[in-house]
């Protein structure tokens, strides 16, 4: 069995392969002040609330993008199954089937490496992974077999969160399709702005960058938020929120540390 880990900013995720097959996935909070012992807890709860045992675990593969949890959650996978983890990051960057052409490989997250391996592995051409998370980044490969940029934007709970932080009279709102891109009421507004907001400027993105990488270009939806904006959209050819799961999955194997 091979465990994948994503550290993100907002959720931990965790996915356990047998083979190709992503037989389970979790879901935790990623609180950077937790501790390794208290994140060791949290593993083993899940493991055995589901009936598996932790040393059936052969390999492991880490991507972080919190550098204050990266050792922690490492130990607790070494402690957990007995198995030392491969850490997802530049050093084996020439080690995978994409280069990487960006002015400096060390700035692009490792979560987005795995966007792109995964997105490749589906069309072996030009393509784009659009990743609703606490960020909305658009990975972009080219033809030629490249990871050639990256586009950043807020993410859709950031972005409702922004605006509660800074404006008085609007709160936190759930973020859903409102029954009109016309809000009648605050929270039917700010779901308008944002879920109808955030679907263009992903149109307007796609549009953009098909004229730089090609019309052939596919785009894949992933991220906890992407069944948002999926159905307001034809923009893109497949939705697949466990994408980066599958792309540390296809990372390991180009390493030499995963089960085929």
């Given at each position: 069995?091979?465990?994948?880990?994503?550290?993100?900013?907002?959720?931990?995720?965790?996915?356990?392969?047998?083979?190709?097959?992503?037989?389970r996935?979790?879901?935790i909070?990623?609180?950077?002040?937790?501790?390794?012992?208290?994140?060791?807890?949290?593993?083993?709860?899940?493991?055995?609330?589901?009936?598996?045992?932790?040393?059936a675990?052969?390999?492991?593969?880490?991507?972080?993008?919190?550098?204050?949890?990266?050792?922690?959650?490492?130990?607790t996978?070494?402690?957990?199954?007995?198995?030392?983890?491969?850490?997802?990051?530049?050093?084996?960057?020439?080690?995978?089937?994409?280069?990487?052409t960006?002015?400096?490989?060390?700035?692009?997250?490792?979560?987005?490496?795995?966007n792109?391996?995964?997105?490749?592995?589906?069309?072996?051409?030009?393509?784009?992974?659009?990743?609703?998370?606490?960020?909305?980044?658009?990975?972009?490969?080219?033809?030629?077999?490249?990871?050639?940029?990256?586009?950043?934007?807020?993410?859709?709970?950031?972005?409702?969160?922004?605006?509660?932080r800074?404006?008085?009279?609007?709160?936190?709102?759930?973020?859903?399709?409102?029954?009109?891109?016309?809000?009648?009421?605050?929270?039917?507004?700010?779901?308008?702005?944002?879920?109808?907001?955030?679907?263009?400027?992903?149109?307007s993105?796609?549009?953009?960058?098909?004229?730089?990488?090609?019309?052939?270009?596919?785009?894949?939806?992933?991220g906890?938020l992407?069944?948002?904006?999926?159905?307001?959209?034809?923009?893109?050819?497949?939705v697949?929120?466990?994408?980066?799961?599958?792309?540390?999955?296809?990372?390991a194997?180009?390493?030499?540390?995963?089960e085929r």
């Open positions: 069995m091979l465990m994948v880990i994503d550290i993100g900013n907002t959720n931990i995720v965790v996915g356990l392969f047998e083979g190709e097959k992503l037989e996935t979790w879901r909070h990623t609180v950077a002040e937790k501790t390794e012992d208290e994140y060791e807890i949290i593993f083993r709860s899940l493991f055995a609330a589901n009936g598996i045992e932790p040393h675990v052969a390999t492991a593969a880490v991507s972080s993008v919190v550098p204050m949890l990266t050792r922690a959650i490492v130990s996978v070494r402690d957990l199954t007995g198995v030392d983890p491969l850490l997802v990051g530049p050093e084996i960057y020439d080690r995978l089937v994409l280069s990487i960006t002015q400096d490989p060390y700035e692009l997250g490792t979560d987005l490496v795995s792109a391996i995964a997105a490749w592995d589906l069309y072996r051409g030009p393509c784009v992974a659009v990743d609703f998370g606490t960020a909305l980044s658009f990975t972009c490969v080219s033809r030629k077999a490249e990871i050639v940029g990256v586009s950043l934007a807020p993410g859709l709970n950031t972005a409702v969160a922004s605006l509660s800074d404006t008085a009279q609007l709160p936190f709102v759930p973020l859903a399709v409102p029954p009109s891109v016309i809000g009648r009421n605050t929270i039917h507004s700010v779901q308008a702005g944002i879920v109808y907001g955030w679907a263009g400027l992903v149109e993105m796609i549009g953009r960058m098909r004229k730089e990488l090609g019309n052939d270009l596919k785009v894949v939806a992933t906890g992407c069944g948002v904006i999926a159905p307001l959209t034809e923009v893109f050819d497949l697949d929120p466990d994408l980066t799961m599958k792309g540390l999955r296809l990372v194997l180009q390493v030499g540390r995963g």
